[in-house]
C-alpha cells in the first residue's frame, strides 16, 4: 500500500511538473482579479482563455484538455496541481465572508471560499498569448453571467458534452475568427437597445 501511495504522489509531482503554463495563468487570473474567483470561476476563466486562443491560432494555450465537470469546464488535473500549489505556498484558500442585513440587524455570513495568491505569474506567454488573457480577464471582470453573452459558441460547446467527458477544441469555420476585440463596442449597442 505505501508504495503505490508514493506512485501517486510521484505522479502529482509530475503533472505539476508539466503544466508549467496553467499555473503561470492560475497566478495570472488570481492577480488580476483578487479574491474574486473560486474554483469553480477559476476554471472557466482557463477554460473561456485556452478556446479563445485556439480559435484564434489553433493551438491550445495550455498543456492539459478540459474535462466537463459538475460545475465548470475543468483543466484535467486540476485538484492535483492545485494541492501542489497549495503545498508549496504560490496560493492559499481563503473564507470569503459578507456582512448583510438580516431582520435589521448585521449578520456575518460566509459566501464561500476563494483563492488568493501573492506570487506573480511566470513570464512565460507570448505578447499575443497575453493579450487574450488579459481580454479574458477584461471582458468577463468577475461577473460570469457574461459568459453566454461574450463566448455563446464556447458555452454552447462546453454545456453539449456529457460530464466528465473530454471537451474537444472548437474549431470555427474557415475564415470566420471570434470578435471578442469589439466587446466595448458591443457593450455600448448593448445598453442602447436595452434602455
Known amino acids: 500500500m ?3 501511495f508514493r506512485e501517486s504522489l510521484e505522479l502529482v509531482n509530475d503533472i505539476y511538473e508539466k503544466t508549467p503554463r496553467l499555473r503561470s495563468a492560475i497566478l495570472f487570473f488570481l492577480n488580476r482579479l483578487p479574491e474574486k474567483l473560486n474554483r469553480s470561476a477559476l476554471c472557466k476563466y482557463l477554460y473561456y482563455a485556452d478556446g479563445h486562443f485556439y480559435q484564434k491560432s489553433g493551438y491550445p494555450l495550455f498543456e492539459v484538455p478540459f ?3 459538475e460545475d465548470a469546464p475543468e483543466p484535467l488535473f486540476i485538484n492535483e496541481i492545485f494541492h501542489k500549489m497549495i503545498q508549496k505556498g504560490e496560493l492559499e ?3 470569503f465572508v459578507k456582512t448583510v442585513a438580516h431582520e435589521g440587524k448585521p449578520i456575518t455570513v460566509l459566501q464561500g471560499m476563494v483563492l488568493r495568491t501573492r506570487q506573480q505569474p511566470a513570464d512565460i506567454f507570448t505578447r499575443e498569448e497575453k493579450k487574450v488573457l488579459t481580454s479574458i480577464a477584461l471582458t468577463l471582470a468577475g461577473d460570469l ?3 453566454t453573452r461574450y463566448f455563446p459558441q464556447l458555452y454552447q460547446h462546453y454545456t ?3 460530464l466528465y ?3 474537444p477544441h472548437m474549431v470555427f469555420p474557415k475564415g470566420r475568427r471570434p470578435h471578442l476585440s ?3 463596442w458591443a457593450r455600448k449597442i448593448f445598453r442602447l437597445m436595452w434602455q
Open 2 to 4: 505505501q508504495g503505490k
Open 182 to 184: 469589439f466587446k466595448a
Open 160 to 162: 453539449g458534452t456529457g
Open 165 to 167: 467527458e473530454l471537451i
Open 145 to 147: 453571467s457574461l459568459e
Open 67 to 69: 474535462l466537463h465537470g
Open 93 to 95: 484558500i481563503v473564507p
